[in-house]
């Protein structure tokens, strides 16, 4: 046996057994090496996901279930309300610190910050840039605090300390007019946006310009920091920031058409480069006679749908609502698909900040049901998300 | 210098080879599925003990392929047996079955063991449906058990 062995060996050109065990010995090598870096490298793209998106689904879990919405609403009154959410953690920690709304806001901002520090490095930029959206929803706030003539305290009380501009909190709370605050902005990416949007407040009295700048400068740069994707993980935070930009674009535009306004009255504030309605598109958007018009130019976008459906709402009410309440209910189904999708990467991450703004959005319901009379339980559930 | 048989040598590659490979597979699985363990208990300090019993779980194929690495060393090199150069090459077999099914088996059981880690924090009834879905890649490392032991009792090195 060992003979045959050595003189098949032989005829294949090997001068001894050893060499040829030798060259078996490579080969085990090549195909060993060869099998770990194949098996290897799937893996390299999920264990950067598995500490955040532990903690993002173990925040998950806590999000408010219907049983528990439905005894939110059962309660009396907004002490009630305040009372049941002590009974959570995350809640407590800022229901005697802070207002009822302002603590909603800073346990959703807590949330963000978190993503943004624990997400790994190649999403990290698109999460930082999204923790400005702070900065901007305090900006608006000081905006119409000190339009309003509230006092420094009573403007603490509608800002989130979250944030790039949390050092600047105090003096923007201090500021005792939009000057003073745009002073305060000094040295800031917001700056110039205030100092082009002053004029046209000064002139029509309106914030809504200058939120809508804000707006745009959040959504504009958050797509940047994004435009290339990295891997599988990037495009889907791309799809879904794009859910948002053009969730955005279309209320703008919905909103112009009924209030009667033309094309170089919205082209400001449109977000230049949508993400499925590019440029060219939106043109053509802004350019249609009234609403039903943007609707049928949407045909071949997956918009056509979802507002399609919301049309026969607003030829009912004429209320604007509808196509809003649509196209944020088709945001938080791009998160979901995304969640679904991509279990071991951003999915759970993006899914998690999907249902943590509905869950604060509708708390937020509920307090204004509360403190506002003649709202029943029954009504205030109709108004949920 | 002790004089080593060329098939005792390369028994001793098969049994580098059985806990080398299964020892990776284990030690990346179970370091995916610390990660997660570490995140939920961050989230729940009560995660702690269901963290270390998922944990734990990828750890079954090193223990596998240091079972045979003993096995091989213990009946060639340790036993000062001369093998036969295609005995060696049953040996590395053997190696290779448990080394690479350990790998795979313990990959994938680290990252079912992550992503269970990921349900029973948001859902803690999810702790035994969590287990089955865990355990069921440890069955690759059995196979791959199993064959090595079948082939070093069948070859002889076992036994023989």
Do not use: C, H
């Amino acid at each position: 046996m060992v003979e045959d062995i050595a003189t098949l060996v032989t005829s294949l050109g090997f001068p001894s057994i050893e060499s040829f065990l030798g060259l078996i010995i490579l080969v085990l090598l090549i195909i060993g090496a060869i099998v770990v870096i194949v098996t290897i490298r799937p893996v390299q793209n999920i264990f950067p996901y598995t500490y955040p998106n532990a903690r993002v689904r173990g925040r998950a879990g806590k999000i408010f279930t219907e049983k528990q919405f439905s005894e939110i609403i059962e309660a009396g009154n907004i002490d009630e309300v305040k009372n049941y959410l002590r009974g959570f953690p995350d809640y407590a920690k800022y229901i005697d610190q802070y207002p009822l709304e302002k603590a909603l806001d800073t346990q959703l901002a807590e949330n963000y910050d978190l993503i943004a520090r624990i997400t790994p490095a190649n999403s990290r930029d698109a999460f930082k840039f999204l923790l400005k959206k702070w900065d901007i929803r305090n900006i608006k706030s000081i905006v119409i605090a000190k339009k309003a003539g509230l006092s420094a305290e009573e403007t603490l009380d509608l800002v989130v300390p979250f944030g790039d501009l949390t050092a600047k909190l105090d003096a923007l709370v201090d500021a005792n007019d939009i000057n003073e605050v745009l002073s305060a902005l000094e040295g800031t990416e917001y700056t110039s946006i205030i100092e082009d949007a002053i004029p046209v407040y000064e002139e029509t009295g309106m914030l809504l310009p200058m939120e809508a700048s804000l707006d745009k400068y959040l959504l504009e740069n958050l797509l940047r920091t994004i435009t290339t994707p990295e891997d599988d993980n990037t495009a889907l935070l791309k799809s879904y920031v794009g859910s948002m930009v053009d969730a955005a674009n279309l209320k703008i535009i919905l909103r112009a058409k009924v209030d009667g306004l033309k094309f170089e009255d919205i082209d400001p504030y449109m977000i230049s480069d949508g993400y499925q309605i590019r440029e060219w598109k939106l043109k053509d958007l802004m350019e249609a006679e009234d609403v039903s018009g943007v609707v049928s130019g949407l045909e071949g976008t997956e918009y056509a749908q979802v507002l399609s459906e919301a049309m026969s709402q607003y030829t009912e009410t004429g209320s604007i609502g509808a196509f809003e309440t649509a196209l944020d209910k088709n945001v938080s189904e791009t998160a979901k698909r995304i969640s679904l999708k991509n279990q071991f990467g951003i999915g759970p991450m993006i899914g998690f900040l999907s249902k943590k703004e509905k869950e604060i959005k509708n708390l937020k319901i509920i307090v204004r049901g509360k403190r506002e009379e003649g709202f029943t339980p029954a009504m205030i559930k109709e108004m949920l998300i | 210098m002790v004089e080593v048989a060329l098939g005792t040598a390369l028994a001793a590659i098969g049994a580098g080879v059985a806990i080398g490979f299964a020892g990776l597979g284990s030690g990346i699985g179970q370091g995916i599925a610390a990660a997660g363990s570490v995140g939920a208990v961050a989230e729940d300090e009560e995660m702690f003990a269901r963290g270390i019993i998922f944990t734990a779980l990828p750890e079954t194929q090193a223990i596998y392929g240091f079972l045979i690495a003993i096995l091989l060393m213990v009946f060639t090199v340790m036993a000062g047996k001369a093998l036969s150069p295609a005995l060696g090459l049953v040996a590395i077999g053997a190696g290779a079955a448990i080394g690479f099914a350990g790998l795979g088996s313990g990959m994938g059981q680290g990252i079912a063991a992550s992503s269970s880690v990921g349900s029973v924090v948001e859902d803690p009834d999810m702790f035994a449906r969590g287990i089955i879905f865990t355990a069921l890649p440890e069955t690759q490392a059995i196979y791959g058990f199993l064959i090595a032991i079948l082939l070093m009792v069948f070859a002889g090195i076992m036994g023989g």
